[in-house]
């Protein structure tokens, strides 16, 4: 392992852009952090990273990413705890789950060195950018783009792997109806489902706006064979509480692998209670739903940390969830966010420290 | 309908760099004709599309194009007859068919007159960019990005609809070698496979890989379910000629409603070959070729107009197809050919004559 200096080329901003910014009224997505990271890809090897101030780069109209969606993602937080110490989240996951994702997108795989090298170079510029508070994070994302220019549809010779950051509060601010797709599928057997490809989101916007206009916020995704398996949602894994027991879909390659998932089913293992690791049919959560046995359904996400589901459409009929006092959900939501925020005990060892000096 | 004038904004190059391209050399997709064509959407509405110098262009690294592959694309030609006269071919196709990818990605559809008045203005001005000659064409690539920034995974506000177009000889200079896919899969039903999303084809190219890596240049997909059914190729649909009889699988939501394609069926079906629409299995491929009744595959697309296949793996066992005289294959490439480069009547009603005075 090199240090820092050996292998990243920092240029600063001259002025930060953080007293423009109201931390209390943030739209998500819609301020950067005053640096990024870029490292090109070209001649067979990922070239030296590079720190630069956040801002536009010029691309030819004939990028490949352009044009055939060769590019893929993460989704990570840092958190600020009240000593004023900055923590990742399992920050290993993240970086196996992109490389894991740019090798089935023919994108080649990226230096743990470089990676690590340049989350905490930005995070030490940024720190000012992570704010304290519950709720509140620094969202980290990661991303490769297929840059050479090209409109013949074959594998880019050349890559720009950026990290760019963006103050965040809590992702869903209320609780969300959700449809169960019964003809739309985000994925295939022997697909992209299970990486964070650009194009399975893409390919999501068109059902969701048809669910936003019958007043649902987002799908709950089945198996495009049959339409009978819970899956996923758009950018959270699922969880369905039956009476006291935890259920959720195994992963496969449909289903994204998420960081929150597998830290949830730990978390609720550790506290007690049961969690199966199974399929589950629309058919069972309906029954579930109607016998009065279905106690919870909630999503899981680095974006979201943790989404109370209020109720679903299945077949045209629309069922509530009850209301009920101590819901896993709130007590999962916070007993990760202790965790992230240094409040806890740590006993999986999940937090990372980031070194600020 | 307006005139041209009134719909657009015209900047031309000083000077040309037309005489830095080797016409007898060209590697396709690596030189592109002097101007483009780049029409912004934002407050709701197309604004007047621009004619500029083609070159490089800003855009930030939130971009959601970037992230969410909220990406579509066509492929079209326009060839240069004796007189040196220009002419596209079906254009109205490829002018719905963005649209339709367009919907399904949530992406807003284009005006007609906008496209059709910045396709006329830059094959004028790049008219000598068409090369005459068997197999010389422009190949003119329309696409459209979500140009907005922001991480959220949302639909953008704001794209990018733009024309490029680049100078192609002939795309498959031999006869290809095919793999079947049994365990990857290119579209899910319910899925975008029907559209021309940029994340259809940066998913495929790394089981490409794979299967070049066995020595075969292109898989030809199968369902995602049953991997039981002929779908279509990369970016070609497919064609198998069993004794004299042409099948075809038809479209659907997972299969490309390719142009080559149905105007192959309407040119065979207009020579007398009598031409099937409906499901094939690899089972009746594979025992076609054991009992020698497999005459032919070829694949039709824009790029390649017919690839002629020379054999192709299924279950790690290699079936080569018979040399055969006066192929289908060729006939049909000539037919249609002949029509393209205005060398023959055109029955169909299919040449579209562009305006170059
Ligand atoms: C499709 C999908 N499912 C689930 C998740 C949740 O994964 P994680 O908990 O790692 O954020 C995400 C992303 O964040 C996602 O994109
Ligand atoms: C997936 C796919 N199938 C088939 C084709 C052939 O379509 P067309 O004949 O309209 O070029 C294409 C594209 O060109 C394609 O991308």
Redesign the interface.
């Given at each position: 392992m090199h240090s820092t200096s050996d292998i990243l080329d920092i240029r600063q901003v001259e002025k930060s852009k953080i007293d423009q910014v109201d931390f209390d009224n943030l739209a998500?997505?819609?301020n950067?952090a005053d640096h990024?990271m870029?490292c090109d890809y070209k001649d067979g090897a990922w070239q030296k990273p590079k720190i630069l101030p956040?801002?536009?780069?010029?691309?030819?109209?004939?990028a490949k990413?352009?044009?055939?969606?060769?590019?893929v993602?993460e989704g990570m937080k840092a958190f600020k705890d009240e000593n004023n110490k900055v923590w990742l989240f399992r920050p290993e996951e993240n970086f196996n789950r992109i490389n894991i994702s740019s090798?089935?997108?023919?994108i080649p795989e990226f230096p743990k060195d470089y990676f690590f090298a340049a989350l905490e170079t930005l995070l030490k510029l940024d720190e000012k950018w992570v704010h304290p508070g519950d709720g509140n994070s620094l969202?980290i994302?990661p991303?490769v783009?297929?840059s050479e220019?090209?409109?013949?549809?074959?594998?880019s010779n050349e890559y720009k792997f950026?990290i760019?950051c963006?103050p965040a509060k809590a992702y869903y601010n209320s609780p969300v109806k959700v449809l169960v797709?019964d003809?739309?599928?985000?994925?295939?057997?022997?697909?992209?489902g299970f990486a964070k490809?650009?194009?399975?989101?893409?390919?999501?916007?068109?059902p969701t706006?048809l669910a936003n206009e019958k007043g649902y916020q987002q799908i709950i995704w089945t198996d495009?064979?049959s339409h009978k398996y819970l899956e996923e949602a758009?950018?959270m894994n699922l969880f369905f509480r039956i009476n006291d027991k935890l259920i959720t879909a195994p992963t496969s390659d449909r289903i994204l692998d998420g960081v929150t998932r597998k830290s949830i089913i730990d978390l609720a293992r550790h506290q007690g209670v049961e969690v199966e690791v199974r399929k589950i049919t629309v058919e069972e959560l309906v029954s579930a739903a109607v016998d009065g046995s279905l106690k919870e359904i909630f999503g899981t996400g680095t974006a979201a940390t943790i989404a109370f589901i209020e109720g679903f459409e299945y077949a045209d009929k629309y069922h509530d969830l009850p209301q009920i006092e101590n819901p896993y959900s709130l007590r999962f939501k916070k007993g990760l966010q202790d965790i992230q925020y240094n409040r806890a005990e740590d006993p999986f060892g999940w937090r990372y420290e980031v070194k600020l000096d």
């Open positions: 998500f997505g819609k950067y990024m870029v956040y801002g536009p780069m010029e691309f030819e109209p004939s990413v352009f044009h055939y969606g060769q590019a993602f090798k089935r997108m023919a969202y994302r991303f783009i297929a220019n090209g409109v013949s549809a074959s594998p950026m760019i963006c797709a003809h739309y599928s985000r994925s295939a057997d022997g697909g992209v490809a650009a194009g399975n989101y893409g390919a999501q916007f068109y706006n495009s064979n758009g950018t």
